[in-house]
């Protein structure tokens, strides 16, 4: 028996019919097929344990929402005080929680004044695209292919096919899609000069970590500028010091007119999101404050804990760990894949992002099952499945990376395995 005080399971099976008959059959039925029989039960750190006691590392981190590991002693003590004193609170008036932690959040980038709030990162992505219409008076919006930035109904609207079309939220009168690392088709978008916006994440996540050439960033932004475009950097997974910098975009040298912050930014213990945008772009602040209204956006509790949880990534020894982890993984994965050089042919980096490239279609998607059963939890590419999407934690202890490594080391030999097998298939 599973007594958990609010609800009762027979056994992780029970658990699994219940999800396939009330909550999601489609995404519980996947990881069945792809043998992945998770269930997190207990979590701590940066370690999910299923219903049977079997422990994982987590490198999947859900896109970077635990940043910090599950359960933050000090972002739990953080929200139990929160308690004490403060709940959602009402979106109508001035708070304090609000005003500090948009003070807080502005603080960390230069050239922005003010912090809009949302619940959620594809929240934030519609008050980004829609400061853009606002500002402009322009419409289309201008993303990469491959692209991602949530699943509502405008920021769906700018991302691959693979989310939109199932909806019918494909747009193709007001929303176009160039190829990542093209600057010239970019232009050729933003040439009419109806463009409102340009959005990309700084580093593709879902498309596998694709880094940016040398120059494209900055190339993209000049280009925004000169045919009246906004620049929206998505730093939702490449945000919060994961990069190395506290903002992705910081790390090429870039002034974006807004940015969009989510996931860690709640530290996986609240959820709160932010659009983080220029005086310019404010403007519809001053002309009619609630013309974007959100219930639970900047709750007072999320902003108490997303206040912690920038002073958090601004204490010295977190940057400085940030930066250890980071080359630790560098030359340890390198070594790994001279190794393994049959199956293992890339490693993408950038700060604690990585991409690594495996020899196959869908090589991330065995080498994910391989280190499943081998301890390690990290997700393939949505967009890439040759990619797996590595993702260490920022607090991460030198212990805990190197039995990363030692766990990836053992699981190779499964994977190649696994591989073999699929090719075979194919």
């Known amino acids: 028996m599973f007594d958990y005080g609010f609800f009762k399971f027979e056994s992780k099976a029970e658990v699994l019919d219940t999800a396939i008959e009330y909550w999601n059959p489609g995404k519980t039925k996947f990881w069945q097929d792809a043998g992945i029989d998770l269930v997190i039960d207990r979590r701590e750190g940066y370690f999910l344990y299923d219903m049977s006691g079997r422990r994982l590392i987590d490198l999947h981190l859900n896109g970077g929402t635990y940043n910090f590991g599950h359960r933050h002693p000090e972002l739990v003590a953080t929200l139990k005080s929160a308690l004490d004193y403060f709940d959602i609170g009402n979106h109508w008036f001035p708070s304090v929680a609000r005003a500090a932690f948009a003070k807080k959040l502005v603080g960390t980038a230069p050239g922005m004044k003010y912090a809009i709030f949302g619940a959620g990162g594809a929240e934030a992505v519609e008050i980004a695209l829609k400061t853009a219409r606002y500002v402009t008076k322009r419409r289309k919006i201008v993303s990469i292919v491959k692209g991602y930035h949530g699943h509502s109904g405008l920021s769906v609207a700018a991302g691959d096919d693979r989310f939109s079309k199932i909806f019918l939220a494909d747009r193709p009168d007001e929303f176009f899609q160039v190829p990542f690392n093209d600057v010239d088709a970019l232009e050729r978008a933003l040439r009419g000069r109806d463009v409102a916006a340009f959005i990309i994440e700084t580093i593709p996540a879902t498309y596998g970590f694709p880094l940016p050439d040398e120059g494209y960033l900055r190339a993209c932004q000049d280009l925004c500028r000169r045919y009246g475009t906004l620049y929206i950097a998505d730093e939702v997974q490449t945000g919060l010091l994961r990069c190395g910098v506290m903002w992705g975009w910081q790390s090429y040298g870039l ?41 639970a956006g900047g709750s007072e509790l ?28 560098r030359r340890r994965l390198s070594a790994l894949m001279a190794a393994n050089n049959d199956i293992f042919v890339g490693i ?19 080498v994910s099952r391989a ?15 040759r990619v797996l999407q590595f993702k260490p934690g920022v607090l991460l202890d030198a212990a805990t990376c190197q039995e990363i490594v030692d766990r990836m080391e053992a699981a190779m030999p499964r994977a190649r395995e696994l591989l073999r097998k699929a090719r075979r298939v194919v």
């Not at 996931?263 to 609630?290: F, M, N, R």
């Not at 280190?371 to 499945?385: H, R």
């Open 255 to 295: 002034q974006p007119d807004m940015f969009v912050t989510g996931k860690g930014l709640g530290g996986g213990i609240y959820p709160i999101s932010a659009c983080v945008v220029t005086e310019q772009c404010g403007g519809w602040l001053h002309e009619d404050g609630a013309a974007h209204i959100s219930t």
């Open 371 to 385: 280190l499943y059963q081998n301890g390690v939890w990290a997700i393939f590419s949505s967009l890439d499945k």
């Open 302 to 329: 999320g902003c108490v804990v997303g206040h912690q949880v920038i002073d958090i990534l601004q204490r010295s020894e977190v940057i400085a760990n940030v930066r250890s982890v980071a080359e630790f993984f």
């Open 348 to 366: 993408r980096q950038r700060g604690v992002i990585f991409g690594l490239e495996f020899d196959h279609p869908e090589g991330a998607v065995v």
